[in-house]
């Protein structure tokens, strides 16, 4: 496999919102910069498809300001090795680049958080933003009987995105009580972009029933999901569907900000008001630092790349802005905060680690996360612990900091030509 060597003054890690603000912010203060993403396209979760059917005016503006800003981007780049201090590997179809750098942003954004449940590993049941990203794909929808579970303003997002996609949405479970949602869409007023946003979708979604306070207690069919059972704790009932699509909410994607040394608070990338993290010289923005939604993550990464590029003044500039976001960011996590009987769904049958089909029952008796995966090869599978990771975490309350590279799964060929071009590299463990 070909290595390629590149040297930047700043490199951003993740070309979603929080990426794309960064680069931009720090291409145009005059700096060398490069973001790289391991999608084939730039804008992230919410934005992705953007780029070639634009329909969002936001992710088309920051779209071609980040083509105007100088930035030289590097798609389907997976960063999954730092084997020494301001150097990082990314593997590309044509090869593997060697990247170094002066200030390295980490913009790695978020990913689904789902639990066990029986029948949670049945083909067509999926996570929301899954089934999402599937139909904007071109996975066929149309006709289908969906219906949307777990918690989150995700939740209805998706829903309205499916039905637009000709889904028959059936209905919208929502864990929190609706004491608690009604609170968390009153304080909306404070964010009259994201209260639009709440009421347009509402709108879309009159005639699709959304019941907070319900959980799931299993998904069942023959050879894919016909049927889930719900439950509001009282009562229990069946919804035939075509799609589950169920999750509960996101966690922060901190695998690359472990590797090269950041420390975390409450799971997520401890930052200082300039979004620098405990590690010098690298910055971190957008959702691994805590779940705030897109504009959120657009303010603070143009902080980070201002900040990057020796700016403080112009990112100091931004923090009133920032905080507006942050207020929102902390009502969102206090509305929809796991209930605990979501800890009870699981039977001792029930698969946690779905990649090396380890049952719950095989994995309850460890005392931490390390010893059940050295016993069991629970999270040693293919998504390396991304999935049953963050559920075995809110299940038995196991920490899991550590990190090894590579931090993606990559072919060997990658590693071998890391190896022979890069003397200091950690020898990363080969799955064959
Ligand atoms: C599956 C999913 C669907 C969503 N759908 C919606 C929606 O419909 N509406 C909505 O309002 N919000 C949605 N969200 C939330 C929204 O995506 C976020 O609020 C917002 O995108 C956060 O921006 P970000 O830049 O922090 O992260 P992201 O947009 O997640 O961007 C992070 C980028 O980093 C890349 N990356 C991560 N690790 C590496 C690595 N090691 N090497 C290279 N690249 C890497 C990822 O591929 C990703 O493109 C969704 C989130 C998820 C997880």
Not at 160 to 174: F, I, M, P, T, Y
């Amino acid at each position: 496999m070909n290595s390629q060597q590149h040297q930047f003054e700043i490199l951003v890690v993740g070309a979603g919102p929080a990426g794309m603000a960064a680069a931009c912010a720090a291409a145009e203060a005059g700096k060398k910069v490069a973001v790289l993403d391991n999608a084939p396209w730039l804008g992230g979760q919410i934005w992705r498809g953007e780029q070639a059917q634009p329909t969002s005016a936001a992710a088309q503006r920051w779209l071609q300001r980040l083509r105007k800003s100088g930035a030289q981007v590097f798609a389907n780049a997976t960063a999954f090795a730092a084997p020494a201090p301001r150097r990082l590997l990314a593997e590309t179809p044509s090869g593997v680049l060697e990247l170094t750098w002066q200030k390295l942003i980490l913009a790695t954004g978020a990913r689904e958080l789902f639990l066990p449940f029986p029948g949670w590993t049945l083909p067509g049941v999926l996570g929301p933003g899954g089934l999402h990203a599937m139909s904007k794909a071109g996975w066929p929808v149309a006709g289908k009987r969906v219906v949307v579970a777990g918690t989150g303003p995700l939740l209805l997002a998706v829903a309205d995105r499916l039905k637009q996609h000709g889904a028959q949405v059936s209905l919208v479970v929502e864990q929190t009580p609706l004491a608690k949602v009604m609170r968390f869409g009153l304080g909306l007023w404070r964010h009259p972009s994201k209260l639009c946003q709440g009421v347009g979708v509402k709108s879309r979604l009159l005639g699709v029933p959304y019941r907070c306070g319900c959980w799931p207690v299993k998904a069942e069919g023959t050879g894919r999901v016909q049927q889930v059972t719900l439950t509001d704790g009282t009562r229990t009932w069946t919804e035939d569907c075509d799609y589950f699509a169920c999750g509960f909410h996101l966690v922060p994607n901190v695998e690359l900000p472990l590797l090269v040394g950041c420390a975390l608070s409450a799971g997520a990338v401890s930052v200082n008001e300039f979004q620098e993290t405990t590690v010098a010289d690298v910055l971190c923005a957008g959702e691994p630092t805590g779940i705030g939604g897109a504009e959120c993550a657009l303010v603070e990464g143009q902080i980070a790349g201002l900040t990057a590029a020796g700016l403080t003044g112009e990112s100091r500039a931004l923090f009133s802005h920032r905080a507006g976001w942050h207020s929102f960011r902390a009502a969102l996590s206090k509305a929809f905060c796991l209930r605990p009987e979501l800890r009870q769904l699981t039977t001792p049958d029930t698969v946690v680690c779905r990649c090396e089909d380890v049952r719950r029952d095989t994995i309850e008796g460890f005392a931490n996360w390390r010893a059940a995966k050295l016993h069991t090869r629970c999270g040693m599978g293919t998504c390396q612990g991304r999935t049953c990771g963050a559920a075995a975490q809110f299940l038995f309350g196991w920490e899991n900091v550590s990190v090894r590279s590579p931090v993606f799964p990559v072919r060997v060929g990658a590693l071998i030509s890391a190896e022979t071009t890069n003397n200091n590299l950690t020898t990363p463990t080969l799955r064959v």
